[in-house]
């Protein structure tokens, strides 16, 4: 009985004990922030393998439905952030004071798109909102279909990365096969196709590579003009070696595959 009586105590000091840390993550789990990077529920999921399709309509449609949502979700982000600082923005010319919060997501704002803290607070907020803004889904979806080659190489296919992107660290991502004698890049792998597309475009919109595509969106906003893809890809002269050839490769997949970019 005495045995009994221990073990009914120690099982209900566990079930205590469990209830206490249970409560305690809840209680610390951080709320969602505008600031959180948005995954989609398929983004970790393996890519799936585009060059079984022998349909050139099939394997175009399944890789741009593929990435589409991605695109989408991570311009609705980038949306939000240019409400946000549309707001600060408003506060700063009304002479309003910032939340802590709000101090908070700014510094972290300007580290992550590369503007200098040292300049007055308005200043600053313009600079967000000239490099936070959209990129058109049909720019995105043929950029990815161009340095990807319709999702089957190996970048694509084992790190998500449909872009392109290099990484300078050792070990950060794949070693070309074609890199030059003495040249340390590689080609940057990612742990989702979340990440992955953040990257690339936080890359357009901060980089001073594409100062000129940032340039061509602020006037296009400017005068009330659609931003579009054929538009924007003008901007991306550095994106490629290629240079204007490149761009007008870019400007003709996007006319070309209309019927596959549109939903």
Known sequence: MHKRETLKIVLITIAVLAVIVINALILTKREPDILDIPETPEATKPVPDFSAYTDVKEKKSAFFDYLRPEVEKQNAYLLTLRHYIQTLYRKALNEEPLTDDDISRL?????????KAEQPLTSRLLALLHKIDILP????????ANESAWGTSRFARKGYNFFGIWCFVKGC??????RNAGATHEVAKFPSLS???????????????YTDLREIRERLRANQIPITGVALAEGLMNYSERGAAYVDELQTMIRFNQEFLTE
């Open 107 to 115: 510094e972290w704002l300007q580290t992550e798109y590369r503007v």
């Open 137 to 144: 889904a049909e720019l995105v979806l043929v950029q990815a």
């Open 173 to 178: 991502g794949f070693v070309p096969g074609k």
């Open 195 to 209: 990440r992955a597309t953040y990257t690339y475009m936080r890359n357009l919109n901060r980089h001073d590579a």
